[in-house]
């Protein structure tokens, strides 16, 4: 009963966070002497890398178009995303990567070698389905975290040093961690958010956000703003404007949705702006 009570939630979580289903195991097909490596994503194919069979380094991978296909939803149909990432050693292109990805996995999956133009077809072996520790490179920072079965957060900057905390835990046993890298300071670097739902009926997620620092090149997290004009008291149901640069949560109170809206100061500290109630549907 507990493994498909997991087996549901994960496909629950998958359906709004892709990047639960990585990484990926893939091997060459038609070669008589086949290479194998491992694949790690977020969402939106952001903090990616692979890792060779047989070697210790790690190679970053930098998106370079991503695609949804939402065009099966009328029909029931998962949506498809398309992926492509440069391959980056010594800051240059070194080939190319690509796959498509749906609920039920990844597929048309290639390498493309930039010195011969050779393009190697390659096949999943692997799932995550088996696997909870989860990675993202993300500004030469490897980002470690676990989805369901700890709060440990761990991240191994290009200098060597390590950075370890605790995040916030789960109230249910059932519960799992999201994951999301957004610009969420509009500074224009990519930051990264963890998400749990909330201690009470699980119907928004609570937000820890780190942001990055390009001056000390570390993470640090987003401090909680004054909630004393706010509707919600917490970092909830994160979501970004990005043509007015506003930093909104949402949450339920009483028989109400509210919406918050805040700006950042130049501190990365968050300003209360205004707030209303929402209508739902």
């Known amino acids: 009963m507990k493994i498909v009570t997991k087996l549901i939630l994960l496909l629950s979580v998958f359906l709004g ?9 893939l091997q060459s097909v038609g070669l008589s002497k086949p290479f194998s490596l491992s694949i790690y994503f977020g969402d939106g194919g952001k903090g990616a890398f692979v890792k060779y069979q047989g070697q210790t380094h790690i190679i970053a991978l930098r998106i370079k178009s991503y695609h949804v296909d939402k065009s099966g939803r009328s029909d029931g ?6 992926l492509v990432w440069d391959e980056l050693i010594d800051g240059k292109i070194n080939g190319r990567y690509g796959l498509t990805q749906t609920i039920n996995g990844i597929d048309n999956i290639w390498y493309l070698r ?13 799932h995550k389905g088996d696997h909870n520790d989860d990675q993202y490179l993300l500004h030469g920072a490897l980002i470690r975290f676990n989805h369901f079965d ?11 040093k390590r950075f370890n905390a605790a995040l916030p835990d789960f109230d249910s046993p059932n519960a799992a961690r999201q994951s999301t890298i957004a610009d969420y300071n509009f500074d224009g670097y990519d930051d990264l958010a963890f998400s749990i739902p909330d201690a009470g009926m699980g119907v928004y997620r609570m937000f820890s956000i780190w942001l990055y620092n390009p001056v000390s090149k570390r993470f640090d997290q987003l401090s909680e703003p004054d909630y004393g004009k706010a509707g919600c008291s917490c970092l909830c149901d994160v979501t970004l404007d990005q043509k007015r640069k506003l930093f909104l949560t949402s949450c339920r109170g009483g028989a109400k949705w509210w919406q918050d809206q805040y700006r950042f100061t130049a501190n990365n500290r968050l300003v209360w702006v205004r707030s209303a109630a929402q209508h739902q549907n």
């Open 17 to 25: 966070n892709r990047s639960l289903a990585q990484p990926y195991t």
């Open 77 to 82: 149909q998962p949506d498809v995303e398309t």
């Open 114 to 126: 930039n010195k011969d133009n050779k393009r190697f077809k390659l096949q999943n072996m692997e």
């Open 150 to 160: 700890n709060n440990k957060l761990n991240i191994q900057y290009p200098d060597g």
